[in-house]
Nanobody, 125 residues
Framework: QVQLVESGGGLVQAGGSLRLSCAAS????????MGWFRQAPGKEREFVSH????????YSADSVKGRFTIARDNAKNTVYLQMNSLKPEDTAVYYC??????????????????WGQGTQVTVSS
């Protein structure tokens, strides 16, 4: 397993941007698909985006396509989530997750074995 630490959350007005970062421990970071999930109060944790270890494939939920971009820097063991055109409904705790190997399509949280502690994103209207 890998240890994950998120950062970059905060309070932003609607239409604004934030970039989340997730730093991972370990020497095999490039072997892991990295994902972002979010959980709003009273709701289930939902998938946002994932990226393969090579960085060659990404997949995002329809609700964030065209607004959020996932990227990774394997030299820095870090994955990013650039969030633009934020909406109040994007308010949630955002979690970074890791899964050894590849993920195809829309995963469920149970597909990922390692999780960060989460970072709060609040979008005001």
């Amino acid at each position: 397993q890998v240890q994950l630490v998120e950062s970059g959350g905060g309070l932003v007005q609607a239409g604004g941007s934030l970039r989340l970062s997730c730093a991972a421990s370990g020497r095999t970071f490039s072997s892991y698909t990295m994902g972002w999930f979010r959980q709003a109060p009273g709701k289930e944790r939902e998938f946002v985006s994932h990226i393969w270890g090579s960085g060659g494939s990404t997949y995002s939920a329809d609700s964030v396509k065209g607004r959020f971009t996932i990227a990774r820097d394997n030299a820095k063991n870090t994955v990013y989530l650039q969030m633009n055109s934020l909406k109040p409904e994007d308010t949630a705790v955002y979690y970074c997750a890791a899964r050894f190997g590849i993920v195809v399509g829309r995963p469920s949280p149970s597909d990922f074995g390692s999780w960060g502690q989460g970072t709060q994103v609040t979008v005001s209207s």
